[in-house]
């Protein structure tokens, strides 16, 4: 194994109905059950107005290269919520509009980049995928590597694992463990309540 260059498939997936079931309550709610220390940095937002729920396929990037992203794409499953780490670099995009457009093909529920995006105009027109993102920018990515896929990242200042349940809406996005999932959708059922 070339270190840098890595790729994970072999990890627990969480069932469908722990994340059909947390997608119901508002993510401010789930946070607030988990002492409030659940959610990324808040300087990645959201791009468009679809609500996000899915598992974790995460993707560790060079700032400014998309390679392992390009990778990633003929890997994850439906339902998957492709995690970026790129270093929050600001300088080039990683993904735009057509790579978007592939991940709807493949039925990705979402992408949160810890980095820039291009062909915004697009992204926020999507319904049926989510997308976060630190800020835009239209300079294209380089596809020179290294990466890592599904290993444990972090994105916007919280550790991600593949397999954890992301939640996002207008507020932002949280990141839950798998492990919590029961109990959180009885804590969030009564705080609504």
């Known amino acids: 194994m070339a270190i840098g260059c890595t790729i994970n498939l072999n990890y627990p997936r969480p069932a469908r109905e722990l994340v059909e079931a947390l997608k119901e309550f508002p993510v401010a709610n789930i946070d607030d059950c988990m002492n409030r220390t659940a959610a990324i940095h808040s300087s990645i937002r959201p791009l468009n107005k679809t609500r996000l729920a899915g598992v974790a396929f995460t993707v560790r990037v060079p700032e400014g290269d998309n390679l392992f992203f390009h990778k990633a794409l003929d890997l994850v499953q439906p339902?998957?919520?492709?995690?970026?780490?790129?270093?929050?670099?600001?300088?080039?995009?990683?993904?735009?509009?057509?790579?978007?457009?592939?991940?709807?093909?493949?039925?990705?529920?979402?992408?949160?980049?810890?980095?820039?995006?291009?062909?915004?105009?697009?992204?926020?027109r999507l319904t049926d995928m989510a997308i976060y993102a630190k800020g835009s920018?239209?300079?294209?990515?380089?596809?020179?590597g290294p990466g890592e896929i599904g290993t444990v990242i972090q994105v916007g200042g919280k550790v991600v694992k593949p397999g954890d349940i992301i939640l996002g809406d207008a507020d932002g996005v949280i990141v839950v463990d798998p492990e919590d999932a029961s109990a959180l959708i009885e804590a969030a059922r009564a705080v609504q309540e």
């Not at 790129?86 to 493949?106: H, L, P, S």
């Not at 920018?137 to 020179?144: C, E, S």
């Open 79 to 124: 339902g998957d919520v492709v995690m970026i780490d790129a270093g929050g670099g600001q300088t080039r995009a990683i993904f735009g509009e057509i790579m978007a457009k592939y991940c709807r093909i493949r039925g990705v529920a979402g992408i949160v980049v810890d980095g820039c995006v291009r062909d915004t105009d697009y992204l926020e």
């Open 137 to 144: 920018t239209p300079n294209g990515p380089y596809k020179n």
